[in-house]
């Protein structure tokens, strides 16, 4: 059985589904701060992951082995309010290894391309490499990589994490990230034919769409140990892009969407902090990761699937 927290956020609502799709809807607990409001489709519990008590408690209730910890405050939402983002980036995530050590779980918990900072590498960043980030969640994310990478080496904990690029979904959208625009782009560009970017022209950012992020999750979890020689966490990947070349993609299937700039310098600088693009050998190397979707299928299927949720 799968406990996952943040099971209504971003990745967390299609994590919840697939998981439930592969292992059955009963061994996988939904939990999050929100309630379900009529979205459950299987057990769930309000879960603040502040709360360490509730958390084992609810681990002990349902007898799980695993637990997937998905809540966090993302990049810009971490930049407005860096000391919360601090004490529930940090202390959830605490509380998440401490349920696992304690009831000997595995455990996941997701990275990103945001550990990397303007020292590092920036194209083709490697797997090991200089990680001094200039953002809380940066911090928060590379703090969080070493504290899991420590909870296997000193309690044995079979913890395991990738670097997510930006993730593009067209179910649950982003709160509070940098790479929110590419999610953005789509909606507007179906509800209005145009969309205002907040991020400059000419800005690389890693990206992935859902799928290919959930399969990645799911491999790596069933990946065999004995394979891993990195634990938290793998660079993945499937596409890096400036916001010219979605637009231009979008207009191969509506050529009239207009683009146009009006730059955030916060969410700016945090975007020029971060890699153009990243190397995802480790990964594919250790446990057979392969993205599917590129931007031309993603592009495809988003605005396919967002014309029959949109209108
Ligand atoms: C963010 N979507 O923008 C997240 C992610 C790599 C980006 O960490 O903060």
Redesign the pocket.
Known sequence: RILITGALGQIGSELTVKLRDIYGTDNVIATDIRPAEGQETGPFERLDVSDNYKMYEIAKKYEVDTIMHMAAL???TAEARPVFAWNLNMGGLMNALETARELNLQFFTPS???AFGPTTPKDNTPQDTIQRPTTM?GVNKVAGELLADYYYHKFGVDTRGVR????ISYVTP?G?????YAVEIYYEAIKNGKYTSYIDKGTY?DMMYMPDALNAIVDLMEADPAKLKHRNAFNVTAMSFEPEEIAAEIKKHIPTFEMSYAVDPIRQGIANS?PNSIDATSAQEEWGFKAKYDLKDMTVDMLEKLKLKLV
């Not at 997510?164 to 993730?167: E, K, M, R, S, Y």
């Open positions: 993302l990049s810009a990103s391309i945001g969640y997510f690029p930006g993730l982003p509070g990230g940098t790479t929110d950012m971060w």
